[in-house]
Antibody
């Protein structure tokens, strides 16, 4: 079964750090681009970051640039999101989503999400 | 940054009716790299359409996408009870890969 499963969410104080992980299975992880998308409570979807299959291309939303770092380990079939200097407005469910191959970044496989709460 | 505007914000229809959802971009979406997603409460989004008009795997043919440049449309030919949800468009032609604010399709 093709799936991605997020982990690492939790409660963190503003200014703190958190590292999200996404474990992929059922497909050849190394040939797919990968994405992080978040959804604040009661709000719409917000694209956060994307990474190409070989990590050659990395993109960030302005709202997280300089604070978040996306990375992947193709040997471990895993995607990561290092989140530093967290703010209250980063509170959201974070979804890992598989992208396409080549330089295509639609999202065809989604995890159930992991909740991040930045609050004192 | 490409800003996506979706209209209407809410669409109230009955099962069996046709739904037409609009997504307008502030500038041309390159290669028609426009996707549509469906999201139900408490669930992750599901990809419906990519490349403006290609149905994703397993998506019923009552869902269709059209458009190019700055104007795109998602059509649901006959609404089934399970189609009442929020629909988002997303452009992935240029970073940042923005989403629209969503259209809620609810039961009239």
């Amino acid at each position: 079964e093709v799936q991605v499963v997020e982990s690492g969410g939790g409660l963190v104080k503003p200014g703190g750090s958190l590292r999200l992980s996404c474990a992929a299975s059922g497909f050849t992880f190394s040939i797919y681009n990968m994405n992080w998308v978040r959804q604040a409570p009661g709000r719409g979807l917000e694209w956060v970051s994307s990474i190409s299959s070989s990590s050659s291309y990395i993109y960030y939303a302005d709202s997280v640039k300089g604070r978040f770092t996306i990375s992947r380990d193709n040997a471990k079939n895993s995607l990561y999101l290092q989140m530093n200097s967290l703010r209250a407005e980063d509170t959201a469910v974070y979804y890992c989503a598989r992208g396409g191959t080549a330089m295509v970044f639609y999202m065809d496989v989604w995890g159930k999400g992991t909740a991040v709460t930045a609050s004192s | 940054e490409i800003v996506l505007t979706q209209s209407p914000g809410t669409l109230s229809l009955s099962p069996g009716e046709r739904a037409t959802l609009s997504c307008r971009a502030s500038q041309s979406v390159s290669n028609s790299y426009l996707a549509w997603y469906q999201q139900k409460p408490g669930q992750a989004p599901r990809l419906l359409i990519y490349g403006a008009s290609s149905r994703a795997t397993g998506i019923p043919d009552r869902f269709s996408g059209s458009g190019s440049g700055t104007d795109f449309t998602l059509t649901i030919s006959r609404l089934e009870p399970e189609d009442f949800a929020v629909y988002y468009c997303q452009q992935y032609g240029s970073s940042p890969f923005t989403f629209g604010p969503g259209t809620k399709v609810d039961i009239k």
